[in-house]
């Protein structure tokens, strides 16, 4: 059973298209659900993130947790970008089924990979942060029924 906020941002959702030109853009998958998650970034001169987007193959939890990952890090500096984990993600959409948890992996590498592609496009170094995996199974930290 999904939570309303998961359902308002399915039904909803925010921030969905692509950024022209974006200072950055990442591209997860999940090779074992299909579901692909695309992030657009855009970052100003002081390292804020000024506009996020999204383009979402995938199950409505995926569509959910790319809409509230795009909320998450608007506004927010590069750095404390970095830290929107999967927790909270799940934890500001009032959580996901245990099934689900996945597509909140999904929307933490995507905010990396476009983190990413934004550094690297830039030469610049972001402490903490990892040349993100194309597809999350690789990653996938432990098993679903932990969370």
């Not at 001169?45 to 199950?59: P, Q």
């Not at 909140?104 to 983190?115: P, R």
């Not at 550094?119 to 942060?129: H, P, R, V």
Request: glycine share 8%; hydrophobic share 35%.
């Amino acid at each position: 059973m999904y939570s309303e906020k998961v359902m308002d941002h399915f039904n909803n959702p925010r921030n969905v298209g692509e950024i022209e030109n974006a200072s950055g853009v990442g591209t997860v998958g999940n090779a074992k659900c299909g579901d692909i998650m695309r992030m657009y970034l855009d970052i100003d001169d002081n390292e804020t993130i000024t506009e996020a987007k999204f383009k979402t193959f995938g199950c409505g939890a995926a569509v959910a947790t790319s809409s509230m990952a795009t909320e998450l890090v608007k506004g927010k500096t590069v750095k404390e970008a970095l830290e929107v984990t999967n927790k909270a993600v799940m934890e500001a959409l009032d959580g996901l089924p245990p099934v689900k948890v996945h597509c909140s992996l999904l929307a933490e590498e995507a905010i990396h990979a476009a983190l990413w592609d934004y550094s690297q496009k830039n030469n610049i170094e972001i402490e903490g942060l990892e040349k993100p995996v194309t597809d999350i199974g690789e990653k996938e930290e432990a098993p679903e029924e932990e969370y």
